[in-house]
Each structure stands twice: as structure tokens, then as C-alpha cells.
């Protein structure tokens, strides 16, 4: 990746940016008093938050307290603890799980489900708002652990399009969780210093400004997942800083303006404010120490960095956004039959694209042998990739003389190999199709353009979910079918 200057001009007010300092409200968890344990394996014992036994999904177990403040989507905030996770579950010989170290919600139910019991039958949907951490894996696994932001509010789940790996088990990893104006960013450090941290760290969630009046904290499994998701591990040395009007709390006199940019790790930045006499500069994590006496201040930091330009009048408050560049691979070169559709994908989302044909699609359709390259612009990091597809005789198997497409009623997802995925029972004769499902409420959950649709349900409780199938046939006839499949745990 070649490394590049970017200049910065500062030139209009937006808003403040926080500079937590203190603990507002801290816990050691020496004591499970003033803490409301729900079912069984994770629980307040010996100094920490412990997830025992495996602490399976699949029904509630958490803890949880009042946070003694209310936090709205205005306020900023700050949280910081340590997890270890020991040990996870496994499905299909990879490591497998799925639980909550931290959360604020805004009650005390589940963090994503309303349980009307311990084993939360049904799994309801959740209607509590709340901000998460989650630990998870993929479904099917694929050997990641990582974290990832949820956000709820009353009617919708948010999930972070980015993830942080962790390298392995039986380690502890530091957790820096704060929320800023508008946006939730989650750090992972391997010291304690939060000096080191995980590739890919930080990740971000804008908030919804209708996910407000958070004052429980929870430490959980997930009620409504897999039973094979499991979690032994702890978490400890929890520290909440509440910045309750977001405002800048460094000792600097004078305005206080801010101004950010989005630059890519190994990239310098220009730091620069024409309105005002600069004559000094510092790192707002140490504003007493003066790291230029420079107009202008050229930078390359490896994690966000915020910096302080110190003018006549006013001090200027300026943030570097450091980012790692997007995983971007097109395939090994390849063959393709001839007047068969090929489509490259670049599986990166929120970024800027251009293809050797100025396309700005996230993908390709390729229709004839050649050279294909691709450069992302995601937040400033570029990255390129560049793939050969020749073309091959391909025989044609034989053609269906008929439409046939058999859907199931009834589907299992408990993640025992065995009927897990909602797909047709027979389909012949069907040249594209586009499937959506809905729950009961009418509100679209799932959608897909395979043939075989692929819907493993999770997440979702069981019950009855409505589907909508619009496919062409053979004979490039359009046909709308609709029907009903029932979930099982």
C-alpha cells in the first residue's frame, strides 16, 4: 500500500469531541451486592463477572445492577474492563460462541430478547433499547472469534459491518467502550496500558438517536442462540466515565473548535489552521507536553489520536481517525464458461469502487475473457486488485422439460446437521429466484437471490415465518408464489 500525505484545513465549528479522565462509577465485583443474578452460570464469584460451565445460550443467564444514571442518546460515555475468555463451545470442529461481556440497555430484560421466563420460551423479539458487545463466531464458524457493536432500539437491531479478531483464547484483552455525539466505538488492546491493539481495532455504530434512557448494566448470554454456543471466561475491573453534555474537559483556554479526518494506517497527515496564529501543538492525552512549536504539524499516528494547536486565542482540537485498509481479494486467475454470467464481488461495504471500465458498483458482471481490476476507497485506505478470467466450451447439462419448486413447512436449526437450513425440497426448471421472509408482524427479516434460498434462522425464535418467491422458469415466464415455514428449536 503506498503511504500518503494528507492535508487538513480546518474551517468550520462542528461538535465537541470527549477526553475521559476519571472513573465516574467503578466496580471490582468483590461484592455481588446491589447485582440481581438470572438463571444460572454467570454470576458475581470471587472478585469478578464468571461465566461457568461452558454458560450455554439458549436460555437466560446474566447478571445485571443499575448503572445510578441515565444516559441518553446527547450524552456521551466512556467504559472500560477486562475479559478473559477461557475456553468457547464448537460446532462443526470450530470454535463456537456467542455472548454479551458489557452492555447498557434500558431495562432489565434479556439484551435481545423480551423472556417471559428463564428458559425464555418463544424467544420474543427484544423492545428494550440498549448498546452491546458482543463475543461471537460465525454461523457455520469458520475459526473466527471476534467482537463485534450491537445496537437495539424498540424496533430494530444494529450490527457493526466491521469486526475485531482476537488471536486466541486464555488471554485477557482490555476493552475500551465509548460513546461519543453520534457514534459507539469499541477498542481491544493486548496490554493494559492500551498501548497494542487488536488488528482492526477500533470498530463503529452509529447510534439512533431513539436509543436513549440506558441505566442497566449487563454482563449476559444470549438467550435466544444456539445452545452449542458457549462461553467459560471472566470480566473484571469495570470503570464508567459519564461526560454528561459531551463537552471538551481538557484544561485548555479560549474556543474550543474540532475538525477530523479519516486517514489509513502507514499515512502522514497535515495538520494546519489558517484562521488562527498557531505556535504550539500536543496530544490532548498529554496537553502539557509540547511536541512542536511548528504552524504546521505533520503527523502519521498507528491508532486515533487527537491533537491539541495551541494559537494567540483560541486552541484548536483536531482528531485523526487511523483506520486498517479493507480486506480486498477478487480470486485466483480462473476460466469460465463461455455465455455464462461470472460476477466479482469485493465483499467490502461503505467504501467508493472503480472499475478498469470506471464502474462504481461494489461488484462486476463479467461477460467476456479479459483483465479486471478493482480500487477501494474505504475512509481513506486504497487498495487494488487485479484478476485474469479466460473462457472455456463448456458442455450444457440437459435442460428440465418442467417447473418444479418444493419448499418444506418445517425446518430445525439446532445446529445437529440435520434439516438446519430452510431450502427447497425439489427445484428444477428455475433459472433465477428472489426469496424474502417475513415474521409475524410483517416485518422483512430475510432476503435472497440463490436458488436454494439458504435461511438459517438464526437469531430468530421459533414460530411460524411468512415467505414471498418470485422466480423466472424456463420458458422466462415471471412467477409470484407465497407460503409459510415453521421454525423449530
Known amino acids: 500500500m503506498m503511504k500518503r500525505l494528507i492535508l487538513v484545513l480546518l474551517s468550520f465549528l462542528i461538535n465537541f469531541e470527549v477526553i475521559y479522565s476519571q472513573c465516574d462509577i467503578s466496580y471490582d465485583y468483590s461484592s455481588g451486592t446491589g447485582w440481581t443474578q438470572i ?16 454458560a450455554a445460550d439458549g436460555s437466560q443467564r446474566r447478571v445485571y445492577r443499575g448503572l445510578g444514571h441515565v ?3 446527547t450524552n456521551c460515555w466512556n467504559a472500560e474492563f477486562t475479559f478473559l475468555p477461557q475456553s468457547v463451545g464448537s460446532y462443526q470442529g ?9 452492555a447498557l440497555t434500558a431495562g432489565t430484560q434479556d439484551p435481545f430478547s423480551d423472556c417471559p421466563n428463564i428458559p425464555c420460551t418463544g424467544y420474543p423479539v427484544g423492545t428494550q433499547e440498549g448498546i452491546i458487545v458482543l463475543f461471537g463466531a460465525n454461523n457455520p464458524p469458520t475459526g473466527d472469534l471476534w467482537f463485534k457493536i ?23 484483552y482490555y476493552m475500551q467502550f465509548e460513546k461519543t455525539f453520534s457514534d459507539v466505538h469499541l477498542h481491544v488492546f493486548l496490554d493494559s496500558g492500551k498501548t497494542i491493539p487488536l488488528p482492526g481495532s477500533p470498530i463503529s455504530l452509529a447510534v439512533p438517536s431513539t436509543v436513549d434512557g440506558l441505566h442497566i448494566i449487563q454482563h449476559a448470554a444470549v ?11 471472566t470480566v473484571d475491573d469495570l470503570c464508567i466515565d459519564i461526560n454528561m453534555g459531551c463537552q471538551v474537559s481538557i484544561p485548555i483556554p479560549g474556543n474550543k473548535y474540532i475538525d477530523s479526518a479519516d486517514i489509513c494506517v502507514g499515512d ?20 502539557q507536553t509540547i511536541i512542536s512549536t511548528n504552524s504546521t504539524l505533520t503527523v502519521s499516528p498507528s491508532v486515533t489520536t487527537i491533537y491539541l494547536a495551541y494559537g494567540i486565542n ?9 483506520h486498517s485498509p479493507p480486506f480486498l481479494y477478487l480470486g485466483t486467475d480462473t476460466s469460465i464458461c463461455l455465455n455464462s454470467p461470472f460476477t466479482l464481488n469485493t ?6 469502487f472503480l472499475w478498469q471500465n470506471n464502474s462504481s458498483a461494489p461488484f462486476f458482471n463479467v461477460t467476456t475473457p479479459g483483465k479486471y481490476w478493482v480500487t477501494v476507497n474505504k475512509k481513506n485506505c486504497i487498495v487494488s486488485d487485479t484478476i485474469m478470467i479466460d473462457s472455456i466450451e463448456c458442455k450444457s447439462p440437459p435442460k428440465p422439460t418442467q417447473t418444479i419448486l418444493e419448499l418444506p413447512n418445517i425446518f430445525t436449526p439446532n445446529g445437529d446437521l440435520t434439516n438446519d437450513f430452510f431450502v427447497p425440497v425439489t427445484r428444477s426448471g428455475i433459472t433465477s429466484m428472489h426469496t424474502v421472509i417475513y415474521n409475524r408482524w410483517g416485518v422483512e427479516i430475510y432476503q435472497s437471490n440463490f436458488l436454494d434460498i439458504v435461511w438459517d434462522g438464526y437469531s430468530f425464535p421459533s414460530g411460524t415465518y411468512f415467505w414471498v418467491i418470485d422466480y423466472v422458469d424456463i420458458n422466462n415466464i415471471s412467477k409470484r408464489i407465497t407460503g409459510d415455514i415453521t421454525l423449530i428449536r
Open 39 to 54: 438463571g444460572t452460570n454467570v454470576q458475581i464469584s470471587n472478585g469478578q463477572v464468571e461465566f461457568l460451565n461452558g
Open 71 to 73: 444516559v441518553n442518546d
Open 94 to 102: 470450530q470454535p463456537f460462541t456467542g455472548h454479551v461481556p458489557f
Open 150 to 172: 450491537k445496537i437495539k432500539d424498540n424496533t430494530s437491531e444494529y450490527t457493526s459491518s466491521n469486526q475485531i479478531n482476537i488471536p486466541q483464547l486464555g488471554i485477557p
Open 223 to 233: 438467550a435466544r442462540g444456539y445452545q452449542l454456543r458457549q462461553l467459560t471466561g
Open 268 to 287: 502522514s497527515v497535515k495538520l494546519l489552521d489558517n484562521r488562527y496564529q498557531i505556535n504550539q501543538w500536543a496530544e490532548a492525552s498529554n496537553p
Open 314 to 322: 483560541d486552541t484548536t482540537v483536531f482528531k485523526i481517525n487511523v
Open 347 to 352: 465483499n467490502i461495504s461503505n467504501a467508493s
